[in-house]
């Protein structure tokens, strides 16, 4: 147990209105991830950070921003939600052995829907 | 650019028979590869992941994967299928500093 939690675990919202899903880990890693899953996409990378105020973009970034004020926390916002972006997301951590050897561990989800 | 393909977005096996799911990737640098599973309305599970060293890999559950360098293949297999198998599975690669980069899974149904 990587010790990460989400938080909405499901959330129901109307195009338009803003939304931010919480990413709350305990065990001070340094990388956190935000991905999304949807069906014949397997998982995509939204966004990541390597550490307090260091983020970037990943493979679908566009309509989402993220913020990561302390180590524990890493926030996603939708600032104006589309039906586009009704899908589970998943944050991740990741730790990192001696030998440079990145592994994922990954919360339980959240599933957004955008009406 | 690193990428994963997964072939078959579902497999279909009858309880007890061998389990093969197949991952091919492409890496212009020495991969880390991993498996990773997913039950329903759950996150994703560390199943099994190679790094450097002996190609055949062991994980939980009693599966296990060969890195086939010759072939860029990061197969999963079991030798018997158990109902509790039934899940998703998802084949990852990166090569240590950058972000995974997962395939689009393939869905195992275990049939009684």
């Known amino acids: 147990d990587a010790g990460i939690t989400q938080s909405p675990r499901h959330k129901v919202t109307e195009t338009g209105t803003p939304v931010t899903l919480r990413c709350h880990q305990t065990e001070n890693h340094r990388y956190m991830y935000w991905y999304r899953q949807d069906p014949g996409h397997g998982l995509r990378l939204i966004h990541y950070?390597?550490?307090?105020?260091?983020?970037d973009k990943g493979e679908v970034s566009d309509g989402y921003s993220v913020s990561r004020s302390k180590t524990e926390d890493f926030l996603l916002t939708l600032e104006s939600a589309t039906s586009s972006q009704t899908s589970v997301y998943f944050c991740?951590?990741?730790?990192?052995?001696?030998?440079?050897?990145?592994?994922?561990?990954f919360g339980p989800g959240t599933r957004l829907l955008v009406l | 650019a690193q990428s994963v393909t997964q072939l078959g977005s579902h497999v279909s096996v009858s309880e007890g028979a061998l389990v093969l799911l197949r991952c091919n990737y492409s890496s212009s640098v020495p991969p880390y590869l991993f498996w990773y599973v997913q039950y329903p309305n759950q996150g994703l599970q560390l199943l099994l992941k190679?790094?450097?060293?002996?190609?055949l890999v062991k994980g939980i559950n009693g599966f296990e994967a060969e890195f086939k360098k010759s072939e860029t293949s990061f197969h999963l297999t079991k030798p018997s299928a158990h109902m509790s198998d039934a899940a998703e599975y998802f084949c990852?690669?990166?090569?240590?500093?950058?972000?995974?980069?997962f395939g689009k899974g393939t869905r195992l149904s275990v049939i009684a």
């Open positions: 190679y790094t450097t060293g002996a190609t």
């Open positions: 991740a951590i990741s730790e990192r052995n001696s030998g440079g050897v990145e592994t994922q561990y």
């Open positions: 990852a690669v990166n090569s240590g500093n950058t972000p995974l980069v």
């Open positions: 950070s390597y550490g307090v105020k260091d983020t």
